[in-house]
């Protein structure tokens, strides 16, 4: 082994020689741990994870909260959040969906618009070798990575069993989501097995049942206005599948001078959802509390980046497959329990609700005896 002079700068061969050796291992271990890291589609810790989040709509309230919700956990794994929104359209939402996938996204978080038409998406995503994690609504009959959501036949179950214990006779209307929406399929059995034996002892009839475009409010409040015509008035309950379309019927209801005396479900705990039940007009909604929705999707998203399965309780058919989910528990809310809710979450601040109300009427509120 050849001793080192003092003060001598590069002209010596060998350790020229020995300086270029070690470059090339260095080279040669660093492009075999990159082959073997990309043989098993496993991510290099040290580059940030690209995750694309596609919504349906970013209309409503309860979407725009999943965003800020996702943003956020992904900001605390260092990962990085491309949303994209369809608004309805399936053509675009694919189209969205290849354009994330051509700019390299290593895994996507899909709001379906259309159960079955998303299907097309998850093939896009496995020709890339990319995950897909079905966001709150099921993607039928396609491989994804994970479904991850609530109890959504739960969620149906505790509107008509809090409608059905305010209106226990007569006619019940019931007001569902756009059948695309795998969710709004199990909101509605969950709904009709919670009503089927008062059915059975015939003290209530299903009236009538209609199926919402888009979760649209103004089609939520045609449906009812000619519910409310053809029955003359004579409906005992009204279940609608989410605050939105309450708000619709609501305000049909209202046309009649029949607010606040014909109970109607809802769902999402949005701000006006949440003022209509403290005004009375509304009887309930359900709150699905989205932060731990968001932070185990991200999680879930990072874990499948880097080649690992999350842990989840349960699988699920989606039709052609049995795929891994994570189904999280949805709360009944009506005016008892609002504040040990939604308020002590922090979901909506005693300061927002206050601020959507007239004056006086949150003190009236808040001072009640329940
Ligand atoms: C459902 C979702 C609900 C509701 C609705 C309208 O799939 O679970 O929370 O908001 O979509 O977008």
């Known amino acids: 082994m050849m001793r080192k002079r003092e003060g001598q700068i590069g002209n010596c061969g060998s350790h020229s020689r020995e300086g270029k050796m070690r470059v090339k291992q260095t080279i040669f271990i660093s492009i075999l741990l990159l082959s073997l890291a990309l043989s098993f589609n496993v991510r290099p810790e040290e580059t940030p994870v690209r995750i694309g989040f596609l919504l349906d709509t970013l209309k409503l309230e309860r979407w725009q909260r999943d965003v800020k919700l996702v943003q956020a956990r992904a900001e605390e794994l260092g990962a990085k959040i491309t949303v994209k929104s369809a608004e309805g359209d399936d053509d675009l939402q694919l189209q969205q969906a290849n354009q994330l996938l051509d700019a390299g996204v290593n895994v996507l978080l899909v709001v379906a618009h259309d159960a079955e038409k998303a299907g097309a998406i998850v093939?896009?995503?496995?020709?890339?070798?990319?995950?897909?994690?079905?966001?709150?609504?099921?993607?039928?009959?396609?491989?994804?990575s994970l479904y991850i959501s609530f109890d959504n036949v739960q969620v149906g179950k505790l509107q008509a069993s809090m409608v059905l214990a305010a209106a226990p006779k007569g006619r019940f209307f019931l007001l569902e989501g756009p059948p695309s929406d795998n969710n709004a399929l199990q909101f509605e059995r969950g709904q009709k097995l919670a009503l089927q034996e008062a059915v059975d002892a015939a003290s209530i009839t299903i009236f009538e049942e209609e199926w919402c475009h888009q979760w649209n409010r103004t089609a939520a409040y045609e449906a009812t206005a000619a519910a409310l015509k053809k029955s003359d008035g004579k409906i005992a309950a009204i279940v609608a599948a989410n605050d939105e379309l309450a708000g619709g019927a609501i305000q049909a209801l209202k046309d009649r001078k029949l607010?606040?005396?014909?109970?109607?479900s809802g769902q999402d705990a949005d701000l006006p959802g949440v003022v209509r039940i403290i005004r009375g007009t509304q009887t309930m909604t359900v709150y699905k509390p989205l932060g731990p929705l968001a932070k185990r999707a991200v999680d879930a998203a990072v874990a499948l980046a880097h080649g690992s399965k999350p842990a989840t309780s349960e699988s699920i058919p989606n039709g052609a497959y049995t795929v891994p989910a994570i189904l999280l528990q949805p709360i009944a809310v009506d005016q008892k329990n609002l504040g040990a809710t939604v308020i002590s979450d922090g979901f909506h601040t005693a300061e927002e609700i206050k601020k959507a109300l007239s004056p006086g009427e949150w003190e009236k509120f808040s001072t009640r005896k329940r």
């Open 259 to 264: 607010a606040g005396r014909i109970p109607v």
């Open 123 to 144: 093939q896009a995503a496995q020709r890339k070798g990319v995950p897909v994690i079905s966001y709150d609504r099921l993607i039928k009959n396609s491989p994804v």
